[in-house]
């Protein structure tokens, strides 16, 4: 009597506990091998089916036992005697698949005899697949985006994939350019316009309140005009009384008409006259000296206004103040505090004592809200 044939053991690792039988004896000689199923193909095409038969069951009753892993042992495999669809690669040509490995699938005894070993478990590790009758995936790999799969023809040899090309380096930006370059000096008509546009204390215009901003082509004659004519708008003609002589003086003659201004005017000539001579006389190079063309500048200015009508000069600021009896005309420069520019400050504070004998006229040769010099009439 044969030996019973052991127990079968769990093995750890495969599976969830799966149970593999340990061998029994050896066969005897004269037992028959059992005849193996026929295997099943149904359809054709690239769908084709092959049906593995499963070993034989111990009874009548009970489920079909199913491989390690919990697969069916009906699996799709590709036929190569099914007839191929269109989408067959170009001839001379293959498409090149990475092959599917799969995980060992063991089966369970099914219903051995104790004197026969049990049948050997069917080996299912799936076999690559070099040949393979597909129509071409236009589909990227995800594993490279942006890669197609393409039919290798027959004889090329594949290709290692090309190097990324590494990406173009930036360009550092240039330096900024320095900020330290000197600026161009503010002129006066531009330092004027932006003390104006900054004054925001002056009222708007009424019976109480008048001005005139000269700007670029004002004069004095424009502001009588405007004068007479804000004074009609608001029903006041004829309330502040205007002599509107003086502008039609020369300014040499308003000058002389003035007895505390013409000697002031003589003296700044003379002062400017004598300055330029003593500079000349002691700097052999002066004509090449900054401070002498300076002189000289102040020369013309004096000569310039000297002439022409008083009527033509353009005023900065001209404020009336009818109802407290005022008027006050502010001279802008940036040349606070230089002789001549004082003295023209002077000049047109006289010219509105002469025009609003009525009126208390005063002058301000302003620099800015920290310089500013107030006068009266000479």
């Known amino acids: 009597m044969a030996p019973p044939a052991p127990k079968p053991r769990r093995r750890i690792g495969f599976g969830a506990g799966e149970i593999i039988p340990e061998p029994g004896p050896s066969p005897s000689p ?95 590790a799936a076999q690559p697949e070099a040949v393979k009758s597909q129509t071409p995936d236009a589909t990227p790999d995800p594993a490279t985006p942006g890669s197609k799969r ?45 003390e104006l546009l900054s004054d925001t204390s002056r009222p708007p215009k009424s019976n109480s309140y008048f001005d005139y901003q000269g700007g670029k082509n004002g004069s004095f004659y424009q502001f009588a005009k405007q004068f007479k004519a804000h004074l009609d708008a608001f029903g006041m003609k004829g309330s502040v009384p205007m002599n509107e002589a003086p502008l039609k003086m020369t300014t040499g003659e308003f000058i002389n008409s003035r007895p505390n201004l013409k000697p002031r005017w003589m003296a700044l000539m003379e002062e400017v006259s004598a300055d330029l001579q003593a500079y000349r006389k002691n700097n052999p190079n002066y004509s090449k000296s900054d401070y002498y063309r300076e002189l000289e500048a102040q020369l013309q200015e004096l000569s310039s206004f000297g002439k022409g009508k008083v009527g033509t000069k353009r005023p900065d600021l001209v404020e009336i103040f009818p109802g407290s009896g005022q008027v006050e005309v502010t001279d802008i420069t940036l040349k606070f505090g230089d002789r001549f520019h004082a003295f023209k400050t002077q000049f047109y504070t006289d010219l509105m004592d002469a025009m609003f004998p009525a009126l208390k ?18």
């Open 150 to 194: 393409r039919i290798i023809g027959a004889g090329e040899a594949l290709a290692e994939p090309a190097p990324a090309k590494p990406a173009a380096a930036k360009a550092k930006p240039s330096p900024s350019e320095p900020t330290n370059k000197p600026r161009r000096p503010q002129t006066g008509d531009e330092f004027e316009a932006a």
């Open 361 to 378: 006229a005063s002058g301000n040769e302003y620099g800015g809200p920290l310089k500013q010099r107030l006068m009266g009439p000479t």
């Open 30 to 124: 004269t037992a028959a091998a059992a005849p193996s199923p026929p295997r099943i193909q149904t359809g054709g095409g690239p769908k084709a089916m092959v049906i593995e038969p499963s070993a034989p069951r111990m009874s009548g009753s009970g489920p079909e036992p199913v491989r390690a892993g919990g697969r069916s042992s009906i699996e799709p495999r590709a036929s190569a005697s099914s007839s191929e669809g269109a989408g067959r690669p170009a001839a001379g040509g293959v498409e090149v698949v990475e092959p599917q490995v799969s995980k060992p699938q063991v089966t369970e005894p099914a219903g051995a005899k104790p004197s026969e070993p049990a049948a050997a478990p069917e080996a299912t």
